[in-house]
């Protein structure tokens, strides 16, 4: 599906799309969003052709699951990945070694969320970093600020309890690593 690939007949859309972080969906998922997108009324649009430089390299995705994982630790990857939670949390150019580790972004810095006890997450229980992704407050009773604040308020306040938890138990299970972006 163009959802999870990006192409199309004989086209290969830009990766501003996300279809890089959507081929984590299932082709069940995948098959919903598209039904629900072609429920909605069409808006007349003037689409301007494209002017890329050079276009996109060809993506194939891993074969899709049928349906979306029930197990917690999987579920929540897969919505980490949709989330695109890396692209805040882990340093440019990462090979893999700091992923979800903190970073700076633009301005700001995205913070350690890996169960690393000193410098991430891992003193958090499962129910605060849950809490935390639904609320935006942190256990201490601090809110959240800034770009990640904004995702709250914007998409991650509307999850089910049972995602946000999945998502916890997914961050709870990754490699710790000891990094403070703030520094």
């Known amino acids: 599906s163009l959802l999870r690939t990006g192409a199309g007949d004989g086209y290969q859309l830009h990766p501003a799309m996300p279809y890089r ?15 629900y997108l072609h429920s909605l009324d069409p808006i007349p649009n003037a689409v301007p ?7 996109p390299e060809p993506f194939t995705p891993d074969p899709a699951l049928d349906v979306p994982p029930t197990d917690p630790v999987a ?9 695109r939670c890396g692209s805040c949390h882990t340093p440019q150019g990462d090979d893999g070694s700091m992923m979800l580790a903190g970073a700076t972004v633009r301005d700001s810095i995205a913070s350690n969320i890996t169960p690393d006890e000193e410098t991430g997450i891992g003193k958090w229980t499962v129910e605060e970093i849950a809490a935390l992704l639904r609320t935006g407050t942190r256990p201490d ?3 959240v600020e800034g770009a990640m604040a904004q995702q709250i308020d914007r998409r991650f306040n509307i999850l089910t309890e049972a995602d946000a938890l999945a998502i916890a138990e997914y961050l709870k299970s990754i490699p710790a690593v000891s990094h403070n972006p703030y520094e």
């Open 21 to 35: 972080a959507f081929s984590a969906l299932s082709q069940k998922e995948a098959l919903d969003i598209a039904a």
């Open 49 to 55: 052709a494209r002017t890329l430089a050079t276009g």
């Open 75 to 83: 579920r929540g990857e897969q919505l980490v990945a949709l989330a």
């Open 141 to 143: 009773g601090s809110a």
